[in-house]
């Protein structure tokens, strides 16, 4: 006997079908327990989203914490050998949404590849980011960008240590005007200034952006970045898969941890990021490790709602029976609706705020 299992959500449908795409290129499942001990997380708060962290007691009188965040747990137990080490995961995670909804626990996906990153792994990563999205919904984004082209040219400009954070900050914004003005305050040249606007601007597909930055005098560290970027469009432009891969630099992530490129990935109908990830060797030597990793999560919370005003109708046909029909009938004229594809609802009233393509009202003979 075969069962159709219907899903509940677009989130569960997506963790599906990304399982078959993580296991078609050779990462394997992650499974991890759903707490550990509050210092290690506590040691890496500035990695982890939000500030709070949900925390026990056990009953050895440890300080325990529910996990928030699967990363940290992943890089905690790697291997580190001159293998790669490519796993994918659905867990949960558990985070204070705001100071009124308190603690909810979130569906994430995801993958990390830990190891010697080489160009071809990094493609790969950002590629399934790309596709990974493209499975979500056929408007989808990822803005990409490299932690190196900013720190480059802050370097490169001789930009004050103490400024950085806040530009950053202003970078983040996309607040041109407001960076200007600290620089020029500051004392940076006219120049540099106009290139840092035009860094903060810039937002395009992958060619033209790369063209831009490529006009600009951004010193040899950042050019090195751009160098990056361009071997990785060559790489994804083989694969047909950059078509909705988009370049901005106001993508940004703590530079004690991530290195190299960073990403984010949106989908239409959902105003926040769905995706995040990128390049975090930091995070790695912080630990003690020194090997290279990347990777990235899906958040399947939200896409809760994702898809539920994609069609217009709750039915293709109402049919309003007043009781004098013959059952038959009525059941021979759902019939041939339903074999011609669409969607019917029977039913002695219109339901209140039911959406119908058409109504047919039945007649019986009196």
Known sequence: MEYNVKLQSAGERAMFSLRTLFESHGYRRYRMSKFEEYDFYA??????????????????GRLMALKPDVTLSI????????????????????????????????????????????????????????????????ESILDIS??????????ASGT???????????????????????????????????????????????????????????GAAAMGAVMELENIARVLDSTGSRENIFIDLSLQSDPGYYNGVVFKGYVGGIPSAILSG?????????????????????????LE??????????????????????????MRMAGELLAGGESVRVDRHVPAGLKYRRLIRTEGRQ
């Open 43 to 60: 040691q890496n708060r500035s990695f982890i989203t939000g500030s709070s962290i949900l925390t026990f007691t056990d009953t050895n």
């Open 75 to 138: 890089i905690k137990s790697a291997r580190c050998t001159p293998a790669l080490e490519k796993v994918y995961y659905n867990e949960s995670v558990y985070r204070a949404q705001d100071s009124l909804a308190g603690f909810r626990e979130i569906q994430q996906t995801g993958l990390e590849c830990i190891g010697d990153l080489d160009l071809y792994t990094i493609c790969e990563v950002v590629s399934l980011a790309a596709e990974s999205l493209t499975m979500i919904s056929s």
């Open 146 to 155: 490299h932690m190196g082209l900013l720190s480059g040219f802050f370097e």
């Open 160 to 218: 004050p240590a103490e400024l950085r954070p806040t530009l950053l900050r202003l970078i983040e914004a996309k607040n041109a005007h407001e960076a200007a003005q600290l620089c020029s305050g500051a004392g940076m040249s006219d120049e540099n200034i106009a290139t840092l606007t035009a860094l903060i601007e810039l937002r395009g597909n992958m060619a033209t952006a790369l063209s831009r930055l490529e006009s600009l005098n951004l």
């Open 278 to 302: 990128g390049r975090y060797d930091g995070l790695l030597r912080k630990m003690g490790r020194t090997a290279g990793a990347i990777g990235f999560a899906i958040y399947l919370d939200l």
């Open 305 to 330: 709602h994702f898809g539920e005003n994609e069609s217009q109708y709750d039915v293709d046909v109402l049919i309003l029976d007043d009781g004098s029909q013959d059952p038959v009938e009525i």
